[in-house]
Nanobody, 123 residues
């Protein structure tokens, strides 16, 4: 079993900042890609940013220059520092981990999701 625990969401004014955290626990052999997605009301879930185990980062165009993703490999934790927040950033943010887990003494593919944390940007 792999669990992802997210924290850091909340209400912030436009132009403000928030930092999201996601800690993955369980029989994780490797967390190859850790990332954040978001889903706004009435819209599809979209990639916000992800980071590989080698440190390669990928951002949605809408957040480039405002959001920074980072990870602590030893703790299997990924962070999303969000700055200059806009009302259109309002969404439920989901953590995602893609990698490999140990299950019954074998290695299996991992694609796990957190429960989501709400970010509301409003004055």
């Amino acid at each position: 079993q792999v669990q992802l625990v997210e924290s850091g969401g909340g209400l912030v004014q436009p132009g403000g900042s928030l930092r999201l955290s996601c800690a993955a626990s369980g029989s994780i052999f490797s967390a190859n890609i850790m990332g954040w997605y978001r889903q706004a009301p009435g819209k599809q879930r979209e990639l916000v940013a992800n980071i590989t185990s080698a440190g390669s980062r990928n951002y949605a165009d809408s957040v480039k220059g405002r959001f920074t993703i980072s990870r602590d490999g030893a703790k299997n934790t990924v962070y999303l520092q969000m700055s200059s927040l806009k009302p259109e950033d309002t969404a439920v943010y989901y953590c995602n981990v893609v990698g490999v887990v140990v299950a019954y003494s074998t290695l299996r593919a991992l694609d796990a999701w957190g429960q989501g944390t709400l970010v509301t940007v409003s004055s």
